[in-house]
């Protein structure tokens, strides 16, 4: 039975969630745009989710390590003043029209992603085997009212910038700085007493003081997290690939940024909306088939992407799938690593796992900006395809390998 330090737990992060999930909103699209604006090129659009999932990947581990010796409250407070600072250095970087500075500044902002990942391993620690896949869908679930609502901010940002006297496209990143200076209050102030803390202590209670493992160490002897670890990763790299050089796509076929922030929304929102429903379902039917429906959903927006003549139509189409598979993959998954191993185990096989999803996120996003300059969204779209149905394959087999 949930406690009620549990159930404050879960409401504390669910706010620190949507504040969060406003930076991260605006970054998605705005960042692409700006990282073209100021490059002079497309090419580059990709390297605004590179750069923002790569910062992500860079702190993951280092906050997990803080949240090991400190606690989930230090951890999360400072990931989010590590992303407040990054929007500073955006609207600076457009002010001085310096492009290198703008990467910089969107690696800052990745430690706000990184933050929200981390949010939702916080919400298990002192969860109930059979509610642990629900408590941490809900707070996953919760970032869809801040990223949704951060896309759609642009006109809004816009006239505030210019009343600030911001440059232009940089209004936006106000809110974000708002935000995430928001979310560090409410984890500061909210975690006490802290949930992994007192996990850990309970644990040491009962079962004595054993010394922590590293990441790696836990993935060369456990199949279940390294399953899980594997299969966030790839689904995450697809997702990233795809999505990271839509806003560039659609504005060369003639959308207005209002069109671009209300489809990335429409992305955003099948990402997190139904995210308690797959955290029902893995904590009802078991993680596994939740994970290879997530793969299953990925190939269609794959293919929904590939057979599409460019309309804006089939690229939301297409996008709401790639949301909804990323979800699923992504819910269970985290579930599946949370019940892998011991709780004085969990902050480093989690911070690992963060930062294998966001080094292979990275990748994706890197790649996708000059395959879209070079040959179109097609051609993506199939080199996607290929990679979910390696994930697709790689699951059948690591799931008959498991339970033969």
């Known amino acids: 039975m949930h406690t009620d330090l ?25 960042g692409a745009l700006l990282a073209a604006e100021l490059s002079g090129s497309s090419a580059w659009s990709g390297m605004a989710a590179t750069m923002s999932t790569l910062g ?12 090991q010796a400190h606690g989930r409250r230090v951890s999360l407070a400072t990931g989010s003043l590590v992303a407040a600072a990054g929007a500073i250095l955006a609207i600076t970087s457009v002010a001085v029209d ?30 109930t085997a059979r509610f642990r896949a629900r408590d941490l869908s809900i707070v996953v679930w919760s970032t869809t009212i801040g990223a949704v609502l951060g896309p759609n901010l642009f006109g809004p940002g816009e006239a505030l910038g210019a009343a600030l006297g911001l440059p232009a496209m940089t209004g936006a990143f106000a ?48 199949a279940a997290a390294r399953y899980a670890v594997v299969v966030i990763a790839l689904s995450h790299a697809t997702m990233v690939a795809l999505m990271s050089m839509a806003p560039v796509h659609l504005r060369d076929h003639g959308a207005t940024l209002t069109i671009v922030g209300l ?22 039917v078991g993680r596994l088939p939740v994970i290879l429906s997530g793969q299953a959903m990925l190939l269609v927006a794959l293919t929904v992407a590939w057979m599409s003549d460019g309309t804006q139509g089939a690229m939301t189409m297409s996008l709401i799938f790639l949301g909804l598979g990323w979800s699923a993959s992504v819910v269970a998954g985290s ?13 480093s096989l989690q911070g690992f796992s963060d930062l294998s999803m966001n080094a292979a996120g990275a ?39 498991a339970h033969a």
Not at 102 to 113: D, I
Not at 177 to 202: E, S
Not at 263 to 268: F, M, N
């Open 6 to 30: 549990q159930k404050r737990v879960v409401r504390v992060l669910i706010a620190g969630q949507i504040l969060g999930g406003i930076g991260m909103g605006a970054t998605l699209s705005l």
């Open 56 to 67: 992500a990947a860079i702190v993951a581990v280092p906050l997990a390590r803080l949240a």
């Open 98 to 127: 310096i492009f290198p500075l703008l990467l910089l500044a969107l690696m800052l902002l990745g430690a706000g992603s990184a933050t929200n990942l981390q949010a939702r391993f916080a919400a298990t620690d002192l969860a």
């Open 175 to 222: 809110f974000s700085l708002t935000a995430t200076v928001a979310a560090a209050l409410v984890y500061a102030v909210g975690l006490r007493p802290d949930p992994l803390l007192t996990a850990l202590a309970a644990r040491t209670a009962r079962a004595g003081i054993r010394r922590a493992s590293g990441g790696l160490a836990i993935l060369h002897g456990n």
């Open 263 to 284: 489809t990335i929304s429409l992305h955003v929102a099948g990402m997190y909306a139904l995210s308690p429903v797959f955290g029902a379902l893995s904590d009802r």
């Open 335 to 347: 579930a599946l690593i949370s019940e892998a191993v011991e709780i004085e185990d969990r902050s």
């Open 363 to 401: 990748l994706g996003g890197a790649l996708a900006g000059p395959i879209l300059a070079l040959a179109g969204y097609s051609t993506v779209g199939v080199s996607a395809m290929v990679l979910v149905a390696v994930v697709v394959v790689w699951s059948v087999v690591r799931l008959r390998g």
